[in-house]
């Protein structure tokens, strides 16, 4: 199984359901996007943490989105992702999830079902935890 980490601090105005322009550049890019594998790094693995990475954005308007409904949500979510041999992901379960709504939990489901990797033989597993927050 791979692992893809990825944290969200999300800095929000009192009335506001966006972030402030200066919150984009608090959050940390701990999914970096590498064109090519560094040495003793699976293929594989890269190929993961660069879909991963790209699915970083969706994600935080997923977690935005529930800001808008309950300003005050925070929690962490882990999506198990199977991969099927033609890179395509068959199916996300989340695990967690307590503190935040529903809908936000859905959303990042969605977002992690039309993720796309590189096809491999026999599948694969990537497990996504995220962690989501409001920093005042």
């Known amino acids: ?3 893809a980490s990825i944290s969200f601090a999300v800095l929000a105005c ?3 359901g966006a972030p402030p322009p ?8 701990h999914v970096a996007a590498a064109p090519t594998a560094p040495e003793g790094v699976p293929e594989p693995q890269v190929d993961h943490a660069v879909v ?9 308007d997923c977690y935005q989105a529930g800001l808008l409904l ?15 041999s033609a890179g395509r992901t068959s ?6 999830g307590e503190g935040l709504d529903r ?3 859905d959303c990042l489901v969605k ?26």
């Open 22 to 29: 200066s919150a984009r550049a608090a959050i940390p890019q």
């Open 111 to 136: 977002v992690a079902s039309n993720a796309s990797f590189s096809a491999s033989r026999g599948g694969t597993n990537v497990l996504v935890p995220l962690s989501f927050g409001v920093v005042h």
């Open 70 to 84: 309950r300003g005050d949500q925070q929690g962490s979510v882990r999506l198990a992702m199977a991969i099927d």
């Open 103 to 105: 809908c936000v939990v």
């Open 52 to 60: 991963i990475g790209r699915l970083r954005p969706k994600f935080r």
């Open 1 to 3: 199984m791979v692992r």
């Open 14 to 16: 009192a009335c506001s």
């Open 91 to 96: 199916t996300v379960t989340p695990t967690g």
